[in-house]
């Protein structure tokens, strides 16, 4: 029995992951990570006969590790966009 539930949570989690089409790269990380990172728990905790507490340690640490990438990507991004903006402005004056 919890096996069967813990397949049904990854591929809950699996799904709800792909559904992330108008969220910001921080959101869409750590909704990433935390499957991820869940799945990897589960099989992980199965072999310790874990695998629903394994299922919940790998997806705090997997949507904490994604949010925490998704957020450097997005303020990089930014940087990006707002130095490609000011050129644009300068070069529009001259």
Request: charged share 15%; net charge negative.
């Amino acid at each position: 029995m919890k096996l069967t539930f813990t397949k049904l949570a990854i591929c809950g989690i699996a799904a709800a992951s792909f559904s992330f089409t108008s969220c910001t790269p921080t959101q869409q990380g750590a909704g990433i990570g935390a499957g991820i990172g869940a799945g990897a728990g589960a099989i992980i905790g199965n072999q310790s006969g874990n695998a629903g507490q394994g299922a919940l340690i790998g997806a705090a640490v997997g949507g904490l590790s994604g949010a925490l990438i998704g957020d450097a990507s997005e303020k990089q991004y930014d940087r990006g966009y707002d130095d490609g903006r000011h050129d644009e402005r300068y070069h529009d004056r001259y």
